[in-house]
């Protein structure tokens, strides 16, 4: 009886991060494409400003909003022990942070929002290669973006919302690169 309520258990919590990690929605892209002939010459009157935030890291070294002004930031919302973040956490590392890592107008982050210890996001980091800084702590944060885990938010340099993934990270990435590019030509 006792082995028959932990297999359910087991199956309700699976279910429940299979569920919550594999939506296929579209991402909201701001703005929409075809609006952009009604838009003025900068292209962002449609785009929300970015909330302000502050992290920190496993070792004490401040994330703030203040850091990115005049860069395209993207943030990773990430929880420590997700598998699909752990899975796509390589990718991010190459396609975004090795791709773009040298340019100046240019940084990426990662924010935990399972509220991790720092063991946790530690061995994430360990696991996935990532280099970029990762943040602890982050559910307030992607709350205030309107966001949860295993997405990627692209901020532009005027400190607006230029992408919100609304699928998993692996679904968006393609996506994402390509802003990123067009981004900082």
């Not at 279910?15 to 609006?35: I, N, R, Y």
């Not at 009604?38 to 994330?63: C, K, N, Q, R």
Request: aromatic fraction near 12%; charged fraction near 25%.
């Amino acid at each position: 009886m006792k082995f028959d309520r932990f297999l359910y258990l087991i199956f309700f919590i699976a279910s429940f991060l299979l569920a919550s990690c594999t939506s296929e929605e579209e991402p909201l892209v701001f703005p929409d494409p075809e609006m952009e002939e009604e838009m003025d010459m900068d292209g962002d009157d449609d785009l929300v400003a970015a909330p302000t935030f502050a992290l920190t890291t496993t070792t004490g070294e401040s994330i703030a909003s203040t850091q990115f002004e005049d860069k395209t930031l993207v943030i990773f919302f990430f929880g420590f022990n997700c598998p699909p973040c752990k899975a796509v956490g390589p990718d991010i590392e190459s396609r975004l942070h090795e791709k773009f890592k040298d340019s100046d107008n240019f940084a990426i982050i990662g924010a935990d929002q399972w509220e991790g210890n720092n063991a946790g996001v530690d061995n994430f980091q360990s696991t996935t290669g990532i280099t970029f800084p990762l943040g602890t702590n982050g559910a307030d944060m992607a709350k205030d973006f309107g966001t949860t885990y295993d997405r990627l938010v692209v901020v532009n340099s005027d400190g607006k919302i230029a992408y919100k993934g609304n699928s998993i990270a692996t679904n968006n990435l393609d996506e994402v690169v390509d802003l990123v590019e067009g981004l900082l030509k």
